[in-house]
Each structure stands twice: as structure tokens, then as C-alpha cells.
């Protein structure tokens, strides 16, 4: 049985680390005694994490858009001014946007895209020089249960999480025999704030977008910190790949059994409004 890849002492940057399953990877890994570059636009929620991380660790904090192209080409620069080096690189960054294909507009689905994928893309591109001169080093992407299926209403977010996993999986084959591993994560229905802050389409009336909000809200049940807890012993274990609660095993279930006809499936269960 293989060791576990040790954490302490290691460094690992983190997008989206202001909230959510960002913050809780973070303090997942600072138990652990790994040392952190934490990113994000939100700069108050990235105070607040650094001020839960305590001492013990080094912790760096940045203002970071991952959509922004030359912001993240500049990065790796930034975190070597504050860290000798980096040895796991967790792509969490991800937004929402809510309504049908129809209803979404261009401008709205290629703002996910940027964020949700090419971040996902970019960060690795400027990283992966960094992963390759560490000893052993792991690349983790945020994927969704919704990277695993496709419900109706979840366009833009489906389409760029189901390539985070197909980037993933052949990163993966590609990096086969080097010191650089991969673990993709497919997190169910997360307590954080997504489906809060998600973009609303500008044709959806009030009562759609109230209905669509507590539908979608009812799914987000997992405390953040027990998803954190999952994600990081999955990359201690070194695995490719790790699906984060009872409904995304469901899906990922559902999805092999079924791959053409689980939509009727998902709406039996998914909750009502």
C-alpha cells in the first residue's frame, strides 16, 4: 500500500479560498501543517480565512481574477516572493449562473467559462513549471456533481465542469511517470454561498428566479468543512479522483446505469420547490 502524500511543510496555492469549500481546503491542509497562498477577489473573505488559519503556517494572501489572463500568467512570481516553492496547486474558483441555455445570455455563459475552466486551464499552464521542480507535487480540480450529469438548466455550469474532468483525465495521462499527480473532485450539494451569488438571466421573472433559488438551495446540505475534510484525505491517499457526497454518488451511479435517460430520474429527485 502506498504512503500517504505528506502535507506538512508543503506549500499549496488555493483559488476561491475566500469561502466555502476554498476556505475549508485551506484550513483542511493548515492543519496539516501545510503552508498556504490563498487567492481570490473577495479580499475581506480572504482576511477572514487567514484570520481562522491562526499561526503555525506560513500564510500568504492575494487578489486574484483567474479569468484575468495576465494577472494569472504573473502569479507564480508573486507566491515565490512569499514561498520557496509550490507543491500542490488546489483550481476551487467557480461561479454560477442560473437559467436555461435560452435564457442565459452570451456575455453570461462565456463569464462562467472564463472563470469556471480557463481559470482552471490558466492556473495550471503558469504552475506547472513550479509542480514540476517540487519533489512531488499534485494539481487538484474542482469539478461538480454536475460534471458527472447534466440536468436541464445548468448549461453553461455543466458544460465547464464536464471539461475541468475531461482536462483532468487526460492531464492526467499525460503527466503519467512524472513527479506531478492529479485528483479531479465532483463535490454533490455544498453548503456554500453559489447558488446566493449566482448571475440570474435578464428574462427570468422574480417568482422563476425565486422558485429556481430555493430549489437549488435545498440541494446545498454538506457542511463546507466535512467536504474540505474529504478533499484533502483524498489527496493524501493520492487519488485521481474523489466524489464528495451521498448525491453525487447517486448521480455518478445513475449516470452509468442510465447515460441517455437519468434526466427522469433527477427529477424525481430533485427537491421541490
Sequence with gaps: MPTRYRLSDRTAVITGAAGGIGRAIALSLARRGAHLALADIDDAGLAQTRELIGSGVRVSTHHLDVADRDAVAAF????????????????????????????????????????????????????????????????????????????????????????????????????????????????????????????????ATPEQLERNHRTWSKMLRMPPAEAGEIIVRAVEQRKPRVIVGRDATVAALLERIAPVSYGRFIQELKPKA
Excluded: C
Design 76 to 203: 507564480p512570481q508573486i507566491v515565490l516572493a512569499e514561498h520557496p516553492g509550490v507543491d500542490l496547486l488546489v483550481n476551487n474558483a467557480g461561479v454560477a449562473v442560473g437559467g436555461t441555455f435560452e435564457q442565459v445570455s452570451e456575455a453570461d455563459f462565456e463569464w462562467l467559462f472564463d472563470i469556471n475552466f480557463w481559470g482552471v486551464v490558466r492556473m495550471t499552464r503558469a504552475f506547472l513549471p513550479l509542480l514540476h521542480a517540487a519533489n512531488e507535487a499534485r494539481i487538484v480540480n474542482l469539478s461538480s456533481l454536475f460534471g458527472l450529469i447534466a440536468p436541464g438548466g445548468q448549461a453553461a455550469y455543466s458544460a465547464a465542469k464536464f471539461a475541468v474532468r475531461g482536462f483532468s483525465q487526460s492531464l492526467r495521462m499525460e503527466l503519467e511517470g512524472s513527479t506531478v499527480g492529479i485528483t479531479v473532485v465532483h463535490p454533490g450539494g455544498i453548503a456554500t454561498a453559489i447558488a446566493k451569488n449566482a448571475r440570474t438571466p435578464a428574462g
